[in-house]
């Protein structure tokens, strides 16, 4: 049996020696497609895992806020009852006031649950800074440092990590480190005037900045103390948002609706609040497969073409082989082995081609500017995306090779002899 199995493969390797440039193209196509699909793969997923990983330690796994309600049409229906189909022309929205009112409680009765690591308050706002002559705006978020670290990892995106210096000092501020350029500030120190939407101004001493990579991120956000920000809006006491930090992030949208019936608060998942980003992502993962898919079906059709022409020019070798004894079996065996043998040397190909490739990569040192920051490329260097290569090359190739055997197995010794092979 091990004899019979070592014939096989060597008359395999032998018809493929015999056309040596043709098996050379096809080995380097499937290898073309294993290093494509694994470059890609580990570029893509890289940056995508990289911007959810950012996303969910920056913002809250969970976020409660009160949800503006504009329904143009509820004074109709109030008057005229549901069965009537208005056309509204104008509308204002209702005045309702943007706070939380038992903010203390909830954050209280959520600090005990086992799935919450930590809920803080938010006083949201928007604002101008102004460094000279220059102004620009910016996102305001009046925050309790104490709290703040146990719903985020806020400090592992503030330089120099000074975030306490909030707590001892009110007039200090803490900004975006895209902000900062823009205002032409690149050092701490330096003092910019902050007003508010209300007409106040207040003079502050930039302590330190937030740098998270995330470009609109850090080219709005501003952090002060939330006692002073509800000094500023002339609102004691109030906050407007809350963040939950959760153990385990897949349940966010679970517990986000679980908060939002006890609460009676509008509340929004992670996944929900980048819903636009994570289907770009999958959109961009199928773009990516389908271009693979299409570089490993072209190299199967170059399997399939020479293990096709072997299987023509040989049949005066089948019916010889028929005639000493083969079975079909193991003629599908001998034109099978063609393709595994072109698949496997193709996947090593491409295997050392992609990890050399994301060595290259890797060792880049370029400002990447865009939706996120970063100095070089992000790579997902997963060993899966190897053995996925691995089971895409052998497949490919075992699928182009098999019809070819299959008719050379049906191949009559008799009637290729009587035409003369």
Not at 45 to 68: C, M, R, S
Not at 293 to 300: G, K, Q
Request: hydrophobic fraction near 45%.
């Amino acid at each position: 049996m091990v004899n019979k199995m070592y014939h096989i493969l060597f008359l395999a390797l032998k018809f493929l020696v015999e056309r040596k440039r043709q098996t050379f193209v096809s080995i380097v196509g499937v290898g073309i497609g294993v290093a494509a699909f694994i470059v890609m793969a580990s570029l893509m997923n890289g940056f995508q895992k990289y911007f959810v990983e950012q996303a969910i330690d920056l913002n809250a796994h969970i976020t409660l806020k009160t949800k503006p309600e504009d329904i143009p049409d509820r004074i109709l229906k109030i008057y005229y009852g549901d069965k009537i189909i208005p056309v509204i022309l104008g509308s204002k929205p209702p005045e309702k006031k943007d706070k939380i009112t038992d903010y203390k409680f909830i954050i209280e009765k959520y600090s005990n649950n086992p799935d919450i690591l930590g809920v803080a308050p938010h006083l949201v706002s928007q604002g101008i800074l102004k460094y000279g002559t220059v102004e620009k705006s910016g996102s305001l978020i009046g925050i309790d440092p104490n709290l703040e670290r146990k719903a985020s990892v806020i400090d592992k995106f503030i330089e120099n990590k000074r975030l306490d210096v909030l707590l001892a000092d009110e007039n200090s501020i803490i900004i975006g480190k895209l902000l900062a350029k823009d205002l032409g500030i690149y050092e701490t120190g330096k003092k910019v005037i902050l007003t508010t939407p209300n007409g106040n101004t207040h003079l502050f001493k930039v302590v330190d900045f937030f740098n998270s990579g995330i470009t609109n991120l850090d080219q709005t956000r501003v952090y002060l103390n939330l006692r002073t920000l509800q000094t500023m809006l002339q609102r004691p006491n109030e906050v407007n948002e809350l963040i939950f930090k959760i153990k385990d992030v897949n349940k966010a949208e679970r517990l986000a609706r679980l908060i939002s019936q006890e609460t009676g608060y509008y509340t929004e998942s992670w996944q929900f609040a980048y819903k636009n980003f994570l289907q770009l992502f999958k959109i961009q993962n199928y773009i990516t497969y389908m271009i693979v898919f299409a570089i490993l079906v072209v190299s199967a059709f170059g399997i399939f073409n020479i293990i096709m022409m072997t299987v023509m020019e040989k049949k005066k070798d089948i019916a010889i082989l028929k005639t000493v004894g083969y079975e079909d079996d193991e003629i599908i065996k001998i034109f099978t082995f063609q393709g595994v043998i072109i698949g496997f040397f193709g996947y090593i190909i491409g295997a050392i081609l992609g990890y050399s490739i994301q060595e290259w990569l890797s060792s880049l040192r370029i400002d990447v500017e865009g939706l996120i920051r970063a100095k070089g490329f992000i790579l997902d260097r997963s060993i899966l995306y190897f053995v996925y290569g691995f089971v895409f090359s052998m497949f490919f190739s075992i699928l182009a090779s098999f019809y070819p055997s299959y008719k050379a197995s049906k191949l009559n010794p008799v009637d290729i002899f009587r035409s003369g092979g």
